[in-house]
């Protein structure tokens, strides 16, 4: 049996990301009921502007925040443009008009930024130690510590802050919100900011931990989808830690000669797998006949 | 004038449209030109699928270039294992391409429309991934039947449509045959169970509809579609590669198909249309590719919010004619509304 060890360390990190991109996609949707495929498009523009900005000069710091400005800048004005217009469709149809905008973003970003191999280095990347005898580089950790601050903050935002509160409100009844004097728009406003911020760190640390490549990054929103399916769409908590899981699954596979090849396909697979299992037994009949 | 049992007009159009452009195409169109409408009638039969599910249903399928991807695997890899006819390898890749969409849609019947696009989006990605590192079957040993080096083994087109414009004329009637295949089961029992099921999943129960069958039933007809259309393209190119089958392209494909007009054939091709030739069209113009699909992005967020049955269904508005015969149900029916 090969050592796992490092891979472990990996897949952890890269859980953590898949973790990180399902919880901003279940703000948003709690918030919006929208399932955002736009989310990886968003962050991986915004990893190109930090790209070319730090390219030209500017300090690392203004290029990260850059990246930040860019995706949120986005998906705001998505969330204000598109998405009030597609208030009282169906859960599908608000789900596809996103593909349309992630195709939008794909487009540019592979037009405007020819394909040619690219990294992001973080200076954590510099940085790292070792655990049980393996290496462990500092960005690694950082996924993981941003995951759980972002997963805390999103929690205690949600249940103890007021736009927080308004949201919860609107993820169970947005017409009665909106007669509450709520109002919607605003609050499905700041979802899409956050959730756009939280592509763009998303996107920031895949660019770091693999690489800087628009089609990869848009599809960075596939795995974090199927962490958000083990989390219901609706459970945070779930959600990360199906996230970690997955990209534990995938890591590990990686040493694995048989299987190493196709480890790709785990995020996917495992989604699938959940909904598949989820859709037998009697104590889950009921939730399930909501899907 | 409406139910029209005995499609006889509809018949004798198509003989004469399929008889039209079989003559004339070949000789207004270059080699290049010729092989990109090809192309673009191949994946017209793969969006014939989309246009099924997501007009006849209400479902969005996210995931049908792949299964093109399969039928070209499964088309390769039985040519270079068996050595069968051309006609019987497209029937064999449809018939293995439907079995496996029929089993994919078990599992997914009883989920919403969101879930559906969900899971199919995944399963695209997953397919991409297995096509990325399994490769497509070129002669090599064992189960893939790829090799990186070596004799590389390549389709035989047909011995009567060997030529480029000879294969123009098969994949030209085969393409008719598929939409006519769809169109007619508008007219018949599974076309008639699906409108009921889109309007209520309930009432087409009540009404002693099996559900399940017929939804299976769309599912795998829509894949056969697919497996029929990878068969015709790996007898195109002879050689497929993984790089024709990627996730986003399933994705653009569904896009053009609904900014087309999934509610008519006419919006089927002319999504397939967008899909092909337009970007063979910028290209032409030395404009970058990528350009379509920002186009096709723009496009098909301005026709959710806008214009939900298309370019076709609002052609077929101004006009006012093809709607009568070819537009099924009266009311643009967005997917997952029986949620």
């Given amino acids: 049996m090969p050592d796992i060890r490092p ?23 709690r918030a919006t009921s929208t399932v955002n495929f736009a989310y990886g ?13 730090i390219g030209s000069g500017v300090p690392q710091v203004v290029a990260w925040l850059a990246c930040l400005v860019v995706s949120t800048l986005l998906s705001l004005a998505y969330g204000m443009v598109v998405s009030p217009r597609l208030a009282d469709r169906d859960l599908a149809t608000k789900a596809i008009a996103t593909v349309g905008f992630a195709l939008l973003l794909l487009g540019f970003g592979l037009w405007y930024w020819p394909d040619i191999p690219r990294s992001l280095d973080l200076p954590t990347s510099d940085w790292g130690f070792r655990v049980l005898g393996v290496r462990v580089v500092g960005t690694k950790v950082l996924a993981l510590v941003l995951v759980l601050m972002v997963g805390w903050g999103v929690t205690f935002f949600l249940d103890r802050t007021r736009t927080g509160l308004h949201m919860r409100a609107m993820a169970d009844d947005p017409e009665h919100a909106d007669m ?39 599809f960075l929103v596939v795995s974090g989808l199927a962490a958000a399916v083990v989390g219901r769409l609706e459970s945070l908590p779930l959600t990360a830690v199906g996230g970690v899981v997955i990209g534990v699954l995938e890591s590990v596979a990686a040493p694995f000669e048989s299987i190493s090849r196709y480890r790709g396909v785990t995020p996917f697979v495992a989604a699938i797998a ?9 104590l889950l009949r009921r939730r399930t006949a909501a899907l | ?13 198509t003989v004469v449209v399929v008889a039209f452009l079989s003559w004339w195409m070949p000789n207004q169109f270059g080699a290049r030109w010729l092989s990109t409408w090809i192309a673009t009638m191949v994946f017209a039969i793969a969006a014939a699928g989309i246009g099924l599910l997501y007009s006849r249903l ?55 429309g969101l879930y ?42 047909p011995s009567v449509a060997r030529s480029d414009p000879a294969y123009f004329r098969l994949v030209l009637i085969i393409t008719a045959l598929c939409l006519l295949l769809v169109l007619l089961h508008d007219r018949t029992r599974p076309g008639r169970a699906w409108r009921l099921i889109s309007t209520s999943e309930e009432a087409a129960r009540a009404n002693g509809v099996n559900v399940v069958l017929y939804k299976t ?35 653009v494909l569904f896009g053009l198909v609904l900014v087309g007009g999934a509610y008519n054939w006419v919006g089927w091709v002319l999504g397939a249309v967008l899909f092909r030739a337009f970007p063979a069209l910028l290209d032409q113009w030395g404009l970058n590719g990528q350009i379509a699909t920002m186009v096709a992005g723009a496009a098909l967020i301005l026709n959710i919010v806008a214009a939900p049955r298309g370019v076709a269904g609002e052609v077929a508005k101004v006009v006012g004619l093809f709607r009568s015969r070819s537009a099924p149900s009266p009311t643009p029916s967005g997917p997952g509304e029986e949620t």
């Fill in chain 1, 41 to 53: 498009a968003a962050g991986a523009l915004g990893a190109l502007v930090a790209w070319d900005l």
């Fill in chain 2, 58 to 112: 209400g479902l969005a399928s996210l995931t049908q270039v792949a299964l093109v991807g399969v039928g070209g695997w499964v088309t390769l890899r039985i040519e270079f294992a068996l050595h069968l006819p051309f006609g019987v390898l497209v029937l064999v890749a449809g018939v293995i391409t439907a079995l496996l969409g029929a089993l994919i849609s078990l599992p997914t019947l009883r989920l919403s």
């Fill in chain 1, 7 to 29: 891979f472990l360390v990996t897949g952890v990190a890269l859980g953590s990301i898949y973790a990180m991109s399902g919880l901003g996609l279940v703000v948003l949707f």
């Fill in chain 1, 180 to 218: 509450l004097g709520i109002r919607t728009d605003r609050v499905g406003a700041v979802a899409w900011a956050i959730s756009g911020a939280l592509g763009g760190l998303s996107g920031l640390l895949i660019a770091d931990l693999v690489r800087l490549e628009v089609v990869a990054l848009t």
């Fill in chain 2, 116 to 157: 559906l696009a969900l899971v199919t989006l995944m399963m695209a990605a997953g397919f991409e991934e297995v096509f990325n590192s399994s490769g497509f079957p070129n002669g090599g040993p064992g189960f893939t039947g790829y090799q990186a080096s070596g004799k590389l083994l390549r389709l035989d087109r």
């Fill in chain 2, 1 to 13: 004038m409406k139910a029209v049992l005995y499609p006889w007009r509809a018949l004798a159009t």
């Fill in chain 1, 274 to 282: 959940f909904i598949a299992w989820r859709q037998r037994g009697g």
């Fill in chain 2, 217 to 251: 039933w769309a599912f795998t007809l829509a894949a056969f579609l697919c497996g029929v259309a990878g068969a015709l393209f790996a007898g195109q190119l002879r050689q497929l590669g993984p790089s024709s089958f990627q996730a986003i392209d399933s994705l």
